[in-house]
């Protein structure tokens, strides 16, 4: 018995197998049978490569930052935005028109210019300052208040109303914005508050949250940010508005007058802001997330999905992760590379891509202005050396990693305001002119109503609505076909409504259609998704019956034997 079991396919292999445990039943096996004995199949390294799973990814388990809806988010915001602009400024010069009235001169009549609408609105604002300089002053004395106190309140009066009336419309609309600047910081200095001011004008771009692209433009946490920002806001905004006014008058030839730029300068501040915000967005989810990632599964030894997990929640602030796991990692952690990626990704706030478009915008509209610093303002350079020095030391932070200021977002702003110095005023007056012409359009012809063609796209949905939630019932898209559902009950409810009041405007008429169109997309979407999802499941369900078949019949033969 010694020969056959050296020579036996169990010892064959030489020193590798010789460490095995010889099962008990070998040599009865043995004794009993002269076949030789049957032993299972030994995989080569060549086939238990073939079979490993390959490593999973660590992007495979974290989820990236969502690109695509504040993409969408932002454009719908600022072309929204300059439809309202260009809507307030037409019907505001049109009312100033029609008060002025026709001017005749020696070419005969004509329709006021630019500049006789401006003389009459200044007119028309001292008369009203003064007539409130005199109601208060009435108020003042009626009351028993003390000579110090009504002697401040006058001259406090007289002070703002000078400066109310020496400034342009760029000026007055940046007091306004400074004013909710103050506001919202004042909503920063109330503890109670700080979490709702966290979540809602704090930018985040791992929160999902696309609103915040808007709000975080007028929100300031720190005095020191609010007060530069504001001075230099109030400064740039009259010569951004004076550059609109000249512009415009160069550019139109008095042909579509413009009564006030208080309208275009909003929409010009806050679609520079969003852009900065949007792709300081960009720039996080598609350049800095995937760094931190990276640092982070280099800087963990041995990595696991869970304890990748775990540092990521820690330093990513991702929400999956609980408050206390993500502090422990965060203690555990003492390396340089994982510390850095978590100071790479944070949230954003400030107006500064905003006034740095308008900064852009006066040293191309402007290139011979001097500028001087806040704190010495002795020492005066010119606006292009300025802008120059200011651009490039924002370059260079964005390539060396700095994260004190935000230089995407810096960088962003300013190009917004360079693009807008070369050709934004044609599409300003282009959407001025699109909107003369609808307005026209309604008024002397008798537009049919898109109400009803509106209506009937719900319908077709509505009609489909019992075949999307029976191919989707008890599935995780179940609870997204039901909310689908109730956003085109809303929206039908709202055409019912409107359609109710009347005739609706082109900007509602336009948010309507935006409206359906997006509906319809994401119901389409959810259809093919559906349709996928039950596809699958049918060919899990095939394959999971061919396989009691195949069990089936190899017991049967089984029992025969």
């Given at each position: 018995?010694i020969?056959?079991l050296?020579?036996?396919?169990?010892?064959?292999?030489?020193?590798?197998?010789?460490?095995?445990?010889?099962?008990?039943?070998?040599?009865?096996?043995?004794?009993?049978?002269?076949?030789?004995?049957?032993?299972?199949?030994?995989?080569?390294?060549?086939?238990q490569?073939?079979?490993?799973?390959?490593?999973?990814?660590?992007?495979?388990?974290?989820?990236?930052?969502?690109?695509?809806?504040h993409?969408?988010?932002?454009?719908?915001?600022?072309?929204?935005?300059?439809?309202?602009?260009?809507?307030e400024?037409?019907?505001?010069?049109?009312?100033?028109?029609?008060?002025?009235?026709i001017?005749?001169?020696?070419?005969?009549?004509?329709?006021?210019?630019?500049?006789?609408?401006r003389?009459?609105?200044?007119?028309?604002?001292?008369?009203?300052?003064?007539?409130?300089?005199?109601?208060?002053?009435?108020?003042?004395?009626?009351?028993?208040?003390?000579?110090?106190?009504?002697?401040?309140?006058?001259?406090?009066?007289?002070?703002?109303?000078?400066?109310?009336?020496?400034?342009?419309?760029?000026?007055?609309?940046?007091?306004?914005?400074?004013?909710?600047?103050?506001?919202?910081?004042?909503?920063?200095?109330?503890?109670?508050?700080?979490?709702?001011?966290?979540?809602?004008?704090?930018?985040?771009p791992?929160?999902?949250?696309?609103?915040?692209?808007?709000?975080?433009?007028?929100?300031?946490?720190?005095?020191?940010?609010?007060?530069?920002?504001?001075?230099?806001?109030?400064?740039?905004?009259?010569?951004?508005?004076?550059?609109?006014?000249?512009?415009?008058?160069?550019?139109?030839?008095?042909?579509?007058?413009?009564?006030?730029t208080?309208?275009?300068?909003l929409?010009?501040?806050?679609?520079?802001?969003?852009?900065?915000?949007?792709?300081?967005?960009?720039?996080?989810?598609?350049?800095?997330?995937?760094?931190?990632?990276?640092?982070?599964?280099?800087?963990?030894?041995?990595?696991?999905?869970?304890?990748?997990?775990?540092?990521?929640?820690?330093?990513?602030?991702?929400?999956?992760?609980?408050s206390?796991?993500?502090?422990?990692?965060?203690?555990?952690?003492?390396?340089?590379?994982?510390?850095s990626?978590?100071?790479?990704?944070r949230?954003?706030?400030?107006?500064?891509?905003?006034?740095?478009?308008?900064v852009?915008?006066?040293?191309?509209a402007?290139?011979?202005?001097?500028?001087s610093?806040?704190?010495?303002?002795?020492?005066q350079?010119?606006i292009?050396?300025?802008?120059g020095?200011?651009?490039?030391?924002?370059?260079?932070?964005?390539?060396?990693?700095?994260?004190?200021?935000?230089?995407?977002?810096?960088?962003?702003?300013?190009?917004?305001?360079?693009?807008?110095?070369?050709?934004?005023?044609?599409?300003?007056?282009?959407?001025?002119?699109?909107?003369k012409?609808?307005?026209?359009?309604?008024?002397?012809?008798?537009?049919?109503?898109?109400?009803?063609?509106?209506?009937?796209?719900?319908?077709?949905?509505?009609?489909?609505?019992?075949?999307?939630?029976?191919?989707?019932?008890?599935?995780?898209?179940?609870?997204?076909?039901?909310?689908?559902?109730r956003?085109?009950?809303?929206?039908?409810?709202?055409?019912?409504?409107?359609?109710?009041?009347?005739?609706?405007?082109?900007?509602?008429?336009?948010?309507?259609?935006?409206l359906?169109?997006?509906?319809?997309?994401?119901?389409?979407s959810?259809?093919?998704?559906?349709?996928?999802?039950?596809?699958?499941?049918?060919?899990?369900?095939?394959?999971?019956?061919?396989?009691?078949?195949?069990?089936?019949?190899?017991?049967?033969?089984?029992?025969?034997?």
């Open positions: 018995m020969f056959p050296y020579r036996s396919p169990l010892l064959s292999f030489g020193r590798l197998h010789t460490a095995r445990r010889i099962p008990p039943h070998f040599f009865r096996t043995a004794r009993l049978s002269t076949a030789p004995a049957s032993t299972p199949h030994t995989p080569t390294l060549r086939e490569l073939a079979r490993a799973a390959p490593a999973p990814s660590i992007f495979g388990t974290i989820r990236r930052p969502k690109v695509l809806r993409v969408l988010a932002s454009s719908f915001l600022c072309l929204s935005l300059y439809l309202w602009a260009a809507r400024t037409n019907d505001t010069t049109d009312r100033w028109v029609k008060e002025l009235g001017q005749h001169s020696i070419l005969g009549p004509r329709s006021p210019t630019t500049s006789e609408l003389a009459r609105i200044m007119q028309d604002l001292a008369d009203d300052l003064n007539r409130y300089g005199r109601d208060l002053g009435d108020f003042i004395q009626s009351r028993a208040f003390p000579i110090l106190f009504r002697n401040t309140a006058a001259e406090l009066y007289v002070w703002g109303a000078n400066h109310w009336l020496a400034a342009n419309d760029g000026k007055r609309a940046a007091y306004v914005i400074s004013a909710a600047n103050l506001a919202v910081y004042t909503m920063w200095r109330i503890r109670r508050l700080r979490p709702f001011m966290t979540r809602h004008f704090v930018h985040d791992l929160s999902g949250r696309w609103h915040t692209l808007f709000t975080s433009v007028f929100s300031h946490n720190q005095f020191w940010h609010l007060a530069f920002n504001t001075v230099a806001l109030t400064g740039f905004a009259s010569t951004t508005s004076h550059w609109m006014t000249l512009h415009e008058i160069r550019t139109s030839g008095n042909r579509i007058p413009e009564a006030t208080w309208y275009h300068f929409a010009f501040y806050v679609a520079a802001g969003v852009f900065a915000n949007l792709v300081s967005h960009l720039y996080t989810a598609r350049v800095l997330y995937p760094r931190a990632v990276q640092q982070l599964a280099r800087a963990t030894t041995a990595p696991t999905q869970s304890s990748l997990r775990t540092r990521i929640a820690a330093f990513l602030r991702r929400p999956s992760a609980s206390s796991s993500a502090a422990a990692a965060a203690e555990s952690t003492t390396d340089a590379a994982a510390k990626a978590a100071y790479a990704i949230g954003g706030l400030g107006a500064s891509g905003a006034i740095y478009a308008c852009a915008l006066t040293a191309f402007f290139p011979g202005t001097t500028v610093l806040v704190f010495f303002p002795v020492w350079f010119d292009r050396m300025a802008v020095g200011i651009l490039l030391l924002d370059l260079v932070g964005l390539l060396r990693g700095w994260r004190f200021f935000d230089h995407a977002a810096h960088l962003a702003g300013a190009a917004f305001g360079a693009w807008y110095a070369a050709s934004g005023m044609s599409y300003w007056l282009a959407t001025r002119a699109a909107h012409r609808s307005s026209a359009a309604s008024q002397t012809h008798d537009r049919p109503s898109a109400l009803p063609a509106l209506a009937a796209r719900i319908a077709a949905l509505r009609e489909r609505e019992a075949a999307l939630l029976a191919r989707t019932a008890g599935t995780p898209a179940a609870r997204r076909v039901e909310a689908i559902v956003r085109a009950k809303d929206v039908e409810g709202l055409l019912r409504e409107v359609e109710e009041r009347g005739q609706p405007g082109d900007l509602l008429l336009f948010i309507l259609r935006s359906v169109w997006t509906l319809e997309k994401v119901w389409e959810t259809e093919r998704e559906a349709a996928r999802s039950a596809k699958k499941r049918e060919e899990e369900g095939k394959g999971e019956g061919e396989g009691k078949d195949g069990e089936g019949g190899k017991g049967g033969k089984e029992e025969g034997g």
